[in-house]
């Protein structure tokens, strides 16, 4: 049979065994959109607050009223929203710089931070104002997931340094797995248990709203993420969040503006509107997207690639990650998702370098928005095990039209 014929049969073979699984996203879609509507009502989002200010942004209630609505969502007692925030690694770095002292030391338990992190903390490249130099040091073990979830392991980690504990929830690059919110919150009670007054930190990155819980709900002190991923909903044109303690979002604030200044400034300018509508939209477009990660692992899990998560398993990120074990194949992947773009379909994906990033990467992102990842994109850093990390795509047809292209491609250069 010709290649489009087998994969017309498996699509329809594989729709049928999804299906199963979309109940229990519905219900935590559900959840998500009623949270965040009470929010949105409990704060009096008005159209007022939709229209941006400018200059300084003194007086700026719709920045405000933002930040509050993003703090209920949180379950948290304050939040930091802005377009200034460039990007994930920004608001992650605000959080960093903005806490902690020379002589801190920062941990990680789940072994190499994602990419971008590593320059910013002194580990890897340049060396132009690192958490390093000022004499921050940082540490990172693996834990398996017995030991994450053993309170004694903990205990005997910390040192009367250990400041700030970073937890990442999505599996980022790495072959990781994501770490689920029952994990997390025991993780979290097991480092309280063993340090009360360490701060728990949580890279958020497309974490939100694919459970009806985040970090901050089950302890963590402080979570930070990209607005150009799930909270952004496809809509924000730029932006990030920190959300947590209100002293430690005030230390944050006091990073991105200045000591004294702190998030008591910051202009809307022309996006608020679409922050507001990108958040209310964000629990159905995560919705659609996980939908499209678990077509998508069906799919190549039949094809004979290892995936990962299975498509069957519970997820607590966007992300889908897909080895296809060499790197035409990956190239033949990113460039068939980019083919059935909406935007830039015309151009062919090539290697390159990248600002944060060791490995060369090569990326499909045909958005309306540059580099926005809830909007569907596939990436891959060109090293072994060449693994492809599939996320975002805020309809599932489009998903599943895109990700029968990539199929295709692959079996074609096989
Ligand atoms: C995307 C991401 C980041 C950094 O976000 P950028 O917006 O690319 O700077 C950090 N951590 C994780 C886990 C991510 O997925």
């Not at 969040?241 to 202009?267: F, S």
């Not at 607590?316 to 897909?322: G, K, L, N, R, W």
């Not at 809830?374 to 309809?395: C, F, I, K, N, W």
Request: glycine content about 10%; hydrophobic content about 40%; some cysteine.
């Amino acid at each position: 049979m010709n290649v489009a014929g087998m994969l017309e049969d498996l699509d329809r073979s594989i729709e049928c065994e999804v299906n199963c699984k979309w109940e229990t996203l519905e219900k935590v879609s559900l959840a998500n959109h009623t949270r965040v509507l009470n929010a949105f009502i409990k704060n009096r989002v008005s159209s007022f607050h939709l229209q941006g200010s400018s200059g300084y942004g003194y007086d700026d209630t719709g920045r405000e009223a933002l930040d509050k609505v993003y703090a209920d969502i949180f379950g948290a007692e304050a939040a930091l929203v802005r377009g200034q925030i460039v990007s994930g690694t920004h608001a992650i770095a605000l959080c960093l710089y903005g806490i902690l002292r020379p002589g801190d030391e920062l941990l990680s338990l789940q072994g190499s931070p994602y990419d971008t992190l590593e320059e910013m903390i002194g580990i890897r490249g340049q060396q132009n104002g690192t958490l390093a130099q000022y004499n921050i040091s940082y540490r990172q073990l693996k834990l398996t997931p017995q030991e994450l979830l053993n309170p004694d392991r903990i205990k005997t980690i910390m040192t009367p340094a250990t400041r700030m504990v970073m937890l990442q929830r999505s599996r980022g690059y790495a072959c990781a797995p994501s770490m689920s919110m029952v994990e997390m919150e025991q993780v979290i009670d097991n480092i309280k248990l063993a340090a009360p007054e360490v701060i728990v930190f949580v890279d958020n990155c497309y974490g939100e709203f694919v459970e009806t819980r985040e970090p901050t709900h089950v302890g963590a002190d402080l979570v930070a993420g990209s607005l150009i991923k799930n909270p952004g909903g496809g809509l924000a044109p730029t932006g990030g969040y920190v959300a947590g303690r209100r002293e430690l979002v005030e230390a944050a604030a006091c990073r991105l503006t200045a000591p004294g200044i702190g998030g008591e400034v910051g202009p809307t300018l022309c996006w608020q509107r679409q922050l507001y509508q990108g958040l209310f939209l964000s629990p159905g477009m995560v919705y659609q997207s996980v939908k499209g990660a678990i077509f998508a692992a069906r799919l190549f899990e039949r094809l004979g690639y290892a995936v990962n998560p299975a498509w069957d398993e519970p997820r607590t990120d966007i992300i889908q990650s897909i080895t296809l074990g060499n790197p035409k194949r990956i190239l033949a992947f990113c460039r068939g998702i980019q083919k059935m773009s909406p935007v830039d379909a015309h151009v062919t994906p090539e290697p390159c370098d990248m600002p944060g990033y060791d490995d060369p990467i090569v990326m499909a992102a045909g958005t309306f928005i540059q580099g926005a990842s809830l909007e569907l994109t596939a990436d891959s850093p060109l090293r072994e095990p060449y693994t492809v990390y599939l996320q975002g795509g805020l309809s599932y047809h489009y998903i599943k039209l895109a990700v029968l292209a990539a199929a295709r491609a692959v079996i074609e250069v096989r």
